[in-house]
């Protein structure tokens, strides 16, 4: 791994909230650092002068309307919750 | 000849002349299915109970003369990829972290096939959260190529692409960022088409890659592509990147003329990297659009080199960003922890398979304080230069045309340790996702028993001369008509 350390890898995995191994962290480091790699091909065109696209088409601020529509109800809502007190979603302690 | 080796059109008129039922279209659904997706594996799960139910309503709206009816896609069995969400059947992504997900509502495209009476017969397997080329990376099982078993059916959409070759439905939805279902269909020998950025509302789908996604048919021919396409199309408020551009009735304009029309065929398409075999197979097909009064001229997308890495990092950001909701509170497997933290940890970890989490690093990296500008801007600058080779071109050509894949359906197992070998796959539908255009593939031959895929390539929102061409090579040949021995 030359472009990348094991520990900017460990930094990577705790921004994207996963946990790995010291043998994952090397396996992962060492396609990270690949790809990386690949993608420095695009250093070869000069975009100077280029402006970035972050859409394809020329949209810009599509307005409706702010009409009250219906809503999911609550209890449709929390369906799919792993767990659920209350009429709310319920998590573990957040304060450790 | 099989009930659905008939065109979407014909089947309707065997219904409304009572020699089939709805309740005979799903059963030969079911029945095929029972018979070869044991070997295929494109359904994750079926929808049995629901399908036949509906079926029998059909059956008497159908008696009364309820005007309904007079639809072409009533009572036709659809698969649906496992990526959109279907009220009250189960949307995996294919991912052991929405192994659990009852979604509470549907996908738009859903709305408006319900709403014409098609019949959702099951969820078709696909790559983890649309990520992967070959359906390896499902995390339930992997989908089989029906022309031969040994091999991949490409991806992400191989469930959906494989369902329609193998005749267990008439037609199905993919979705495609990066080629998942022009692909897939090139791999499986069928019709896949890839629409503009915005043609098709993506509310319900669940997202990879915001800026590329889009939902698209998958069918046996040309005709019923467009057929279908014109009635998921569409301007959605509830999706805001969805085109405010009225929808054509494509079907009417298959003419079969293409006389004068201009194309342009990129020499970075007919070059290194793309089989010797699958160059010869394009040609021809170049000859019968000559032989039809088309004129063609080699051009270059000078840029198009580059298109592999720019979406890699792109599509990886956003992915990493998207993905970012999967975290055990709302819905989806938890593992739980005593603090919120590590459940977040614990879930994604166990819950996202191998490739999905690799590319939320790669993603998480690109976005990182301090390389945001170096890889994620920089990809977006060069994002600009691969949609201008496009403008460019059409400033003076009608389509653009290559091949789908540089080459036929590879080895299950094949390329698996090797992501950039994979990646690599994708280099001649990449740019049209980049460049936000629409693009088709149709079958166009076998080589060595298996099928090579022609893409057709428009511009924004001219899907009607993509499926003008299209449909005129289809008809000047017999390749569509091929099926696989299963």
Redesign the interface.
């Known amino acids: 791994m030359d472009r990348?350390s094991k520990d900017?890898?460990k930094?990577?995995?705790h921004?994207?909230?996963?946990?790995?191994s010291e043998e994952e962290i090397e396996h992962?480091g060492y396609?990270?650092d690949?790809?990386?790699h690949?993608?420095e091909?695009?250093?070869?065109?000069d975009?100077e002068n280029?402006?970035?696209?972050?859409?394809?088409?020329d949209?810009r601020n599509?307005l409706?309307e702010d009409e009250a529509r219906e809503s999911?109800p609550r209890e449709?809502?929390l369906?799919?919750?792993?767990?659920q007190k209350d009429g709310q979603?319920k998590?573990?302690?957040?304060l450790? | 000849m099989k009930l659905f080796d008939h065109q979407l059109k014909d089947i309707h008129e065997l219904l409304h002349k009572k020699e089939v039922s709805p309740t005979d279209l799903v059963e030969e659904s079911y029945k095929r299915i029972a018979e070869v997706d044991d070997k295929v594996g494109a359904f994750l799960r079926l929808d049995e109970e629901n399908a036949r139910n509906k079926a029998k309503s059909l059956e008497e709206k159908l008696a009364n003369g309820n005007a309904s009816a007079s639809e072409i896609l009533f009572g036709m069995p659809v698969g649906i990829k496992d990526n959109i969400v279907t009220k009250g059947l189960l949307t995996t992504c294919a991912s052991q972290i929405l192994a659990?997900?009852?979604p509470?509502?549907n996908a738009t495209v859903m709305e408006k096939l319900n709403g014409l009476n098609t019949i959702t017969i099951g969820k078709l397997n696909m790559d983890e959260f649309a990520m992967g080329s070959s359906n390896e990376n499902s995390s339930y099982k992997n989908v089989k190529n029906p022309w031969d078993l040994s091999r991949v059916p490409g991806g992400s959409s191989g469930g959906s692409a494989a369902t329609v070759a193998a005749g267990e439905v008439p037609f199905s939805l993919g979705s495609d960022t990066g080629g998942s279902i022009r692909q897939p269909a090139a791999f499986c020998g069928v019709v896949g088409m890839k629409p503009t950025?915005?043609r098709v509302s993506r509310f319900g789908l669940v997202a990879f890659a915001s800026?590329l996604d889009q939902i698209g048919p998958i069918t046996r021919t040309v005709e019923d592509n467009a057929y279908v396409l014109q009635k998921i199309a569409g301007k959605d408020?509830l999706d805001?990147?969805s085109?405010n551009i009225d929808v054509a009735d494509y079907v009417s304009q298959l003419s079969g003329d293409v006389k004068g029309l201009k194309i342009g065929v990129p020499k970075e398409y007919l070059g290194e990297g793309v089989s010797e075999e699958v160059r010869e197979t394009v040609k021809e097909a170049l000859k019968v659009l000559e032989s039809l009064g088309a004129e063609w001229d080699e051009v270059s997308l000078p840029?198009s080199k580059?298109a592999?890495?720019?979406y890699?990092?792109l599509s990886s950001s956003e992915a990493?960003a998207n993905l970012?909701r999967f975290?055990?509170?709302?819905?989806?497997?938890?593992q739980?922890?005593?603090?919120?933290?590590?459940?977040?940890?614990?879930t994604?970890?166990k819950g996202?398979g191998d490739e999905v989490?690799?590319r939320?690093?790669?993603g998480?990296?690109?976005l990182?304080s301090g390389f945001y500008d170096a890889?994620y801007?920089?990809?977006?600058?060069?994002?600009?230069?691969i949609?201008q080779d496009f403008e460019d071109l059409f400033l003076k050509y009608d389509v653009i045309i290559g091949p789908t894949a540089p080459t036929t359906a590879f080895k299950i197992g094949e390329n698996v340790d090797d992501?950039?070998t994979m990646y690599a796959n994708d280099i001649l539908t990449i740019p049209v996702n980049?460049?936000?255009v629409p693009a088709i593939s149709v079958p166009c031959g076998l080589v060595n028993g298996l099928p090579v895929g022609l893409q057709i390539i428009g511009k924004?929102f001219d899907e009607s001369t993509v499926y003008k061409v299209a449909h005129a090579y289809e008809q000047a040949t017999e390749h569509h008509k091929l099926k696989p021995n299963l």
């Open positions: 990348i900017q890898v930094h990577v995995a921004l994207a909230k996963l946990d790995f992962y396609q990270l690949q790809m990386i690949y993608a091909k695009l250093n070869e065109i975009t280029v402006e970035a696209t972050s859409h394809v088409l949209v599509v409706r999911l449709k809502a369906k799919n919750a792993p767990d979603f998590v573990p302690s957040v450790e | 659990n997900f009852d509470q509502h950025y915005g800026s408020v805001s990147t085109a840029h580059y592999v890495p720019t890699y990092l990493s970012a975290d055990g509170i709302r819905y989806g497997v938890r739980e922890e005593p603090s919120l933290g590590e459940t977040y940890k614990q994604r970890t996202f989490k690799r939320i690093m790669l998480t990296f690109a990182s890889y801007k920089k990809a977006q600058k060069v994002r600009t230069l949609k992501p950039l980049l460049a936000g924004h």
